[in-house]
């Protein structure tokens, strides 16, 4: 059974930096885009971006691009969502979502993480 | 950008009644690249249908999809306690694959 591990709950300063990641447990894992969502405190959901691990093969939401870095470690079917500056508004639950058909990136999302709450609070 | 919007925000049912989900996009959703989703309190989302009206794997028959173009309806046709949730659709035919705000399923 294909699952994606999300890493543990954060909780940081704003202004600081941060990284957290979703391992997949197939070898396939490079053969799939994953995305990543947000969802804030009692919001909706939202699309932040995707990875194509096979060759860190990118696309972004324009309300997120330059906000986050979305990057891959083929080598370990690992995939991550960092910031450089965490602001008070990136407080929100973080979902990683593999694309349901592979190679295709018009995919809906079939397997999801467990999602990591991250809060940023001084 | 596609914005999707659903109705009603919140529809309030008892279990065995029919549940009727709307979601709208502002712009044609291209070959019916349009999915739905359930959240639970607590949980990730789960994917319902894709493709406008095709069922994911090991989703019960009595959900539904259907639609096209810019009009999209998920059905559930007799509510299960366990199906009172958050339903949400997306569009994944248009970077970037926007979701709509979610129609909350309570019990009345």
Do not use: N
Request: neutral net charge; hydrophobic residues 30%; aromatic residues 12%.
């Amino acid at each position: 059974e294909v699952q994606l591990v999300q890493s543990g709950a954060e909780v940081k300063k704003p202004g600081e930096s941060l990284k957290i990641s979703c391992k997949g447990s197939a070898h396939s894992f490079t053969s799939y885009w994953l995305a990543w969502v947000r969802q804030m405190p009692g919001k909706g959901l939202e699309w932040m971006g995707i990875i194509y691990p096979g060759d860190s093969d990118t696309r972004f939401s324009p309300s997120f691009q330059g906000q986050v870095t979305i990057s891959a470690d083929k080598s370990i079917s690992t995939a991550y969502l960092q910031w450089s500056s965490l602001k008070d508004s990136d407080s929100a639950m973080y979902y990683c979502a593999r694309l349901s058909d592979s190679g295709i990136y018009r995919s809906p999302f079939d397997i999801w993480g467990q999602g990591t709450m991250v809060t940023v609070s001084s | 950008e596609i914005v999707l919007t659903q109705s009603p925000g919140t529809l309030s049912l008892s279990p065995g009644e029919r549940a009727t989900l709307s979601c709208r996009a502002s712009q044609s959703v291209s070959s019916s690249y349009l999915a739905w989703y359930q959240q639970k309190p607590g949980q990730a989302p789960r994917l319902l249908i894709y493709g406008a009206s095709s069922r994911a794997t090991g989703i019960p028959d009595r959900f539904s999809g259907s639609g096209s173009g810019t009009d999209f309806t998920l059905t559930i046709s007799r509510l299960e306690p366990e199906d009172f949730a958050v339903y949400y659709c997306q569009q994944y035919g248009s970077s970037p694959y926007t979701f709509g705000p979610g129609t909350k399923v309570d019990i009345k």
